[in-house]
């Protein structure tokens, strides 16, 4: 394969190991230099990014995407958390509130947290951290995002028409027989997602595969690509059980045979299993990858190796086959029986294992390192403490006995959130951080950085933490007027909510301002390992002139014994 | 509770109350360790070896034991807790057996609560303190929820089969009951409140208000209304339908080899569709009454179905209430 644009990379760049240059000087002279030319100003047409098969730029179409789609998501959730500020209905009709927290979680879940850091920093990164020229299905890779904006299109066009209000579980036979909304549409684009997602997965398995670089073998590979392989693991292997179960939805709701609903002969409990089986393992597509993106972030902001790598690596692989095996503790009051519920309580508790190796090995990486507390890292430590409380949270429902009493309340609200937003959320702002210099060449504003990571992490836990309580206490979820004794926690939830609204805004904010006003990026401002960093920022659209060869494991920082303190 | 006084802590009211927060407490107390133990690593690290820090930062590799005692560290932890929480959840699912039985049936979007002697209520239940209480629920229509906070119990409430699940109340007070399944439009407004009342204020309730027939003597009129009898009962020859004395809690063997046991569920089943289940020896001839007796109605046959005796000899039904009125031949061993 021939690369048009090899002639233009300098070798030097490639390998040049300085840090950063105080930025600032160098803007003032630049625009009177021809930039190297990138696979973002190699050609400016609508054509040549809608027809794109360059993984990086269906990463940034993917990034455009499902920040419009977080942005509705969040809207849908500061109009209910401003709803649920009383415990009298003010804002909305109970049918308006039911649609809204519907409206967050398919919009939030499937079209946001699913392909966040997978489609976003995966598709940008994937190939070139194993030293490849792009992935192993370009045009079936453009074909995924094709696929999920025609999804999410529809999931937004069901809204305007007048949305639907069966929660993001669908459970039947409220979904099949009684509701009166648009579940059909809604289903038809959750099932088209389904498949972007199952296409992602399979370019990035096969792309593991075959495309690593000579030298790159699976033990020096980095441990973000660790975790995005037993994601898509999960990806392919769960998502057609979604596709199943919402054709089996709509068969009955559109015909009238009898699958879930009893008054057609059908059983309802069918679904949940079904459901559940794709939507537990959901979690873990959700979560893995951000675990990729914060051993990379530990790694490069304490230049040090990744503590028990092979630990870490197998730790990923092992929550995706144990996820398989949990989804029956979504029904501990479903009245499924009491010794299967036994059987998913331990299983689910089994999981701590993984996760506490992970856990354990991150803190131990900053042993010995030599610690940068810039914007990524924050985001990487606010993640460690999170995903400790949502992990730990996680053991109360896998006890039965709990919960019995904290299933369907605020207290498993507050737990999936802690994972979701506290886990996943915060792996890919600090991803997006790490990155950002690579994908745009711009560096952002550090101050304003680290400001609204540390406004993510106290606007988080003062939405979520109260929760907590309130679920103990009794609140069910899903609850548009509750009783005035748990008024108080609410209104600090949604104080919460109004400070991690302005939170995100912000990095929405300076990391526009930057793609214009940012410092320039040198190759690897952040002096980090891993080929993605020994290609200019931006890369060239072939991302290596020349093939690399890989000669160190993954996280080869010089022992900083050796090495004068450079500060 | 009535007031809208802060809480914390959700009031406890059942016997099993104190215990599943002994549990959770205990889970609290893990997780404010280990929250605590790395956070303060993370702290303590991050201070210590941050840049330009003048410490020793020569390259380490963990002793496999290390990895391996972290591998190993949650373990015994959640197979100590496992075993704690699957005892008490297990004791949670089991009835005793002389517990009385309230039945529900629950529809989008309320409560209605029947009590042995036959008296009703409607999103609101009362019961008296230091008896075993047990719900035998269903729903008219979707998926909801019987869940009450303060007794720390919730089972789900299915259409088409017949869910469980009971308690003790040992404090008197008015405490929430929620609906804690999603369930539509109304899910937020289908609540009530649960009165425990001591079992003198309780008797003196029950004997209180509208008198409403006894789900027995209801049961024998509907079968009397729709002539079961004209098969099941055992005078009429050649025998076209199993006879029903004695059915309830029984195992019966199906037409097509298998065995099941005579419960609720099972017996709503064969009268709403009887072709599901057909009994060994028997033609599938029984017309089929889906829609045509409601929720309650089958409620109250499947109360005189019981009447009639258990597989065991005794009636399940261990309330004096349910015994006045009805025809309970066989009732007694």
Known sequence: ????????????????????????????????????????????????????????????????????????????????????????????????????????????????????????????????????????????????????????????????????????????????????????????????????????????????????????????????IWSHYAASLIMILGTPVLAVTILLVAIERGLGIGIFDPKLGGDPILFQHLFWFYSHPAVYIMILPSFGVISEIIAAFSRNRVFGYRFVAFASLGIAVLGFLVWGHHMFVSGQSAYAGMVFSILSLLIAVPSAIKVFNWTATLYRGRLRFDTPLLYALGFIGLFTIGGLTGLFLALLAIDVHVHDTYFIVAHFHYIMVGGAVMGYLGGLHYWWPKMTGRLYPEGWARLSAILVFVGFNLTFFPQFVLGYLGMPRRYHIYPPEWQTLNVMSSAGASILGVAYLFPITYLIWSLKFGPRASANPWDATGLEWQVPSPPTTHNFAVTPHVTEDAYAYPDSALVGDAH | MDNAEFQLFPDAASTVASRVDALFLFMTALTIFFTVAIAGAILYLGIRYRRGANVNRAQYSPPLWLELSWLLTPVPVVIFVFIWSSQLFLEMQRPPKDAMEIRVVAKQWMWKLQHPSGRREIDELHVPTGRAVRMTMISEDVIHSFYVPAFRIKQDVLPGRYTTTWFEADTPGTYHLFCAEYCGT??????????????????????????????????????????????????????????????????????????????????????????????????????????????????????YLKSLGTADGVTADGSGGAAEGGSREGAKP
């Open chain 1, 1 to 224: 394969m021939s690369d048009p644009h090899g002639a233009t990379v300098s070798p030097s760049t490639s390998t040049s190991p300085q840090p950063s240059s105080p930025p600032g000087v160098v803007t003032v002279t630049r625009p009177a230099v021809r930039d190297p030319v990138n696979y973002l100003n190699v050609d400016y047409s609508w054509k040549s990014w809608l027809l794109t098969v360059d993984h990086k730029r269906i990463g940034i179409l993917y990034l455009l995407s499902i920040t419009f789609f977080f942005v509705i998501g969040g809207a849908a959730a500061v109009a209910f958390r401003l709803e649920l500020m009383t415990p009298k209905a003010d804002l909305f009709e109970s049918e308006t509130y039911n649609k809204l927290f519907t409206m967050h979680g398919v919009v939030m879940i499937f079209f946001f947290l699913i392909p966040s850091i997978p489609a976003v920093l995966g598709n940008f990164l994937v190939p070139l951290m194993v030293g490849a020229r792009d992935m192993a299905f370009p045009k079936l890779n453009l074909a995924s995002w094709y696929l999920f904006m025609i999804g999410g299109l529809t999931a937004v066009w069901t809204m305007l028409i007048g949305g639907v209000d069966t929660g993001w579980t669908f459970y039947t036979p409220y979904s099949s027989t009684y509701s009166n909304t648009y579940v059909m549409a809604t289903a038809v684009a959750v099932f088209i997602t389904g498949f972007s997602s199952i296409l992602t997965g399979l370019n990035i398995i096969v792309t593991v595969h075959k495309l690593r670089a000579p030298g790159m073998h699976w033990f020096r590979m980095p441990l973000f």
């Open chain 2, 186 to 303: 109304n899910h937020s407004r289908m609540k009530g409140r649960v009165v425990v009342q001591t079992p003198s204020e309780y008797e003196e309730w029950l004997g209180g208000g509208r008198r409403d027939q006894s789900p027995v003597v209801a049961g024998a009129a509907l079968y009397e209304q729709f002539r079961c009898g004209s098969c099941h009962a055992q005078t009429v020859t050649p025998l076209r339908a199993p006879p029903l004395e004695g059915i309830y809690g029984r195992s019966v063997k199906l037409a097509n080899g298998a065995t099941v046991t005579a419960d609720d569920s099972y017996l709503r089943e064969s009268i709403t569709r009887p072709a599901a289940k057909v009994v060994a020896g028997f033609q599938p001839i029984m017309p089929v009454f889906e829609g045509q007796i409601s929720e309650e109605g089958l409620s109250d046959l499947l109360a």
